[in-house]
């Protein structure tokens, strides 16, 4: 099974950019790398995909090194808002199954 | 835009009673699955389901079981609610193909067992 390691939580300052890392040591060769994020008392919210090298949409980039056994989740300059737990996942190969790890809950501070 | 939707945000039962969670989701996706998330453990998958009347164990499906009649709704039963079923449940549906789709969310139901 493809399971994920992230730091448990970071902090940041308004206006920084924000590089969460997760290992995936024993990804499968068809799994896709998928970002999520929660906010308290919500579900949480897909951000990203990626496959390898770097993947860029209006919200976050997505880095992946050719041996793909880790990724790197950018958010530039974030905000207050940006306060959340970001959840890596990738699929296990196996019945399609997605394995959520614990997340890094992420403080942004004024 | 995906909506999922959970019948109830809380919910309190006591010790002993059959529990029904109900999701639904408007968007004809294939996939449903059920979640449960505790602090300090992350999302755990307890069941899913890629078709009508089709169910698939998760990681922790002892004490649950589920209901797949109809395409757009996905229940989740607790048969013999007990204190350690007390969670936060989620929700979540995704087109059909690969494990790759990303999953759509409901807010999720606060069960609370007395």
Redesign the interface.
């Known amino acids: 099974l493809a399971k994920t390691t992230q730091p448990i939580s970071m902090d940041s300052y308004e206006g920084q950019e924000v590089n969460i890392t997760c290992s995936h040591n024993n990804i499968a060769t068809?799994?896709?790398i998928?970002w999520y994020q929660q906010f308290p008392?919500?579900?949480?919210?897909?951000i990203i995909?990626g496959y390898k090298t770097k993947v860029t949409n209006e919200v976050a980039s997505l880095f992946i090194p050719a041996d793909r056994k880790s990724s790197t989740l950018s958010l530039p300059r974030v905000s207050l808002s940006d306060t959340a737990v970001y959840?890596c996942l990738v699929?296990?190969?196996e019945?399609?199954?997605?394995?959520?790890?614990?997340?890094t809950e992420l403080s942004v501070k004024p | 835009d995906v909506k999922v939707t959970q019948s109830s945000r809380y919910l309190v039962k006591r010790t002993g009673e059959k529990v029904f969670l109900e999701c639904v989701q408007d968007m004809d996706h294939e996939n449903m699955f059920w979640y449960r998330q505790d602090p300090g453990l992350g999302l755990r998958l307890i069941y899913f389901s890629y078709d009508v009347k089709m169910k698939e164990k998760g990681d922790i499906p002892e004490g649950y079981s589920v209901s797949r009649e109809k395409k757009e709704r996905f229940s989740l039963i607790l048969e013999s609610a007990s204190t350690n079923q007390t969670s936060m449940y989620l929700c979540a549906s995704s087109l059909p193909g690969s494990e790759n789709q990303p999953q759509h969310f409901g807010d999720g139901t606060r069960l609370s067992i007395l």
């Open positions: 068809n799994d896709y998928t008392s919500q579900g949480p919210r897909f995909q959840y699929g296990d190969g019945g399609g199954k997605l394995i959520f790890g614990q997340g």
